[in-house]
């Protein structure tokens, strides 16, 4: 097994991804403790330890085990259940998940740091389940808060993002779509992937994210009839895709360019063969429905028949 000091691991990893001590620590800890660990002089808690590895793009587990305390560990599984019972879409599992949160709000200590955001970030997601977006925006940015109580959606593409940031800023956009417009929606996911090709293209982990913001994207400037732009974000998804054998939104992808084409006027039988690859793909991974859906879409939208392959 290797050994290592964590005040040498955190530094040397910061120099290699070529961040400042500011860089590294915002949202997570102040500057002089992040300097006082990287000097040797504090051991970090796991929280502290795991977002600071996150925005390395490193996965704490392989680093380090005896940092978590008995503490650590409780509102690890607790996160751990909540997450399960918000990832079961059954009624039963929403009402445990919403009688699980009404008990931690109980609880004074889950209520500090990292555990009022797990909540902050459940009450969100239920709340876009329930098609409650007012409340999906208002749970989202106050969770976003917690790490940078100055966020601002206009400086998004500035940040160097926490794993959980991600998502909470898609939600963010998911209540614009609704509260706002397509358009303000689309800005904010076009912002999130600024900073994500900034920082973290190189990072598995962050493309399995990049692949469904790109998705996102795509299906966004399609109904914003921003073909041109469109376009090339399915391009960049289709190759992200085949590197990282990516079967679910592959043929999607695929489907969006080739509605832009038909859409445009332009190359017709380079979209109609786009489209016979998407229903092949679909029919191969037994995704009727889908495939359904998109004859349907485009039958209505441009008159395209199955049959006309």
């Keep these: 097994m290797s050994l290592f000091r964590v005040d040498t691991l955190i530094k040397e990893l910061r120099i290699a991804k070529g961040f400042t001590q500011g860089q590294l620590c915002e949202g997570i800890c102040a500057k002089d403790s992040l300097s006082r660990i990287e000097r040797g002089l504090r051991r970090p808690d796991w929280y502290t330890f795991e977002l600071l590895m996150q925005r390395l793009g490193e996965d704490p587990r392989k680093y380090c085990s005896d ?17 399960s019972l ?14 699980l949160i ?3 709000k109980q ?10 955001q797990f909540l902050l970030m459940a009450e969100a997601a239920i709340s876009h389940r329930n098609k409650d977006y007012e409340k999906m925006y208002y749970h989202a940015t106050n969770a976003l808060k917690i790490n940078r109580p100055h966020f601002d959606e206009n400086k998004i593409s500035t940040y160097i993002l926490l794993d959980d940031e991600v998502m909470l800023i898609n939600q963010i956009a ?8 397509f358009e303000k929606g689309t800005e904010i996911l076009l912002k999130l992937k600024e900073s994500l090709d900034n920082h973290y293209m190189s990072d598995k982990e962050k493309q399995k994210k990049y692949i469904g913001l790109l998705y996102n994207i795509s299906k966004n400037l399609g109904m914003l009839k921003e073909y041109e732009q469109c376009i090339p974000i399915c391009d960049s998804g289709i190759e992200l895709c085949k590197k990282q054998f990516n079967a679910y939104h592959y043929p999607l992808f695929l489907f969006h360019k080739a509605c832009c084409i038909l859409a445009s006027g332009a190359e017709e039988h380079i979209g ?6 998407a229903y092949v793909l679909l029919d191969f991974y037994g995704r009727f429905n889908d495939k359904s859906l998109m004859e349907n879409f485009v039958k209505n939208e441009f008159g395209v028949h199955v049959s006309d392959f």
Aim: negative net charge.
């Design 102 to 104: 009404l008990e931690l």
């Design 272 to 277: 109609l063969l786009l489209l016979k690859e």
């Design 107 to 116: 609880d004074e200590d889950f209520q500090k740091g990292r555990g009022a």
């Design 174 to 181: 998911i209540a614009q779509f609704q509260l706002l417009s």
């Design 67 to 83: 940092i978590v305390t008995a503490n650590d560990m409780c509102v690890m599984n607790i996160k751990h259940k909540l997450d």
């Design 86 to 99: 918000l990832r079961d879409h059954s009624d039963q599992g929403q009402s445990e998940a919403e009688q």
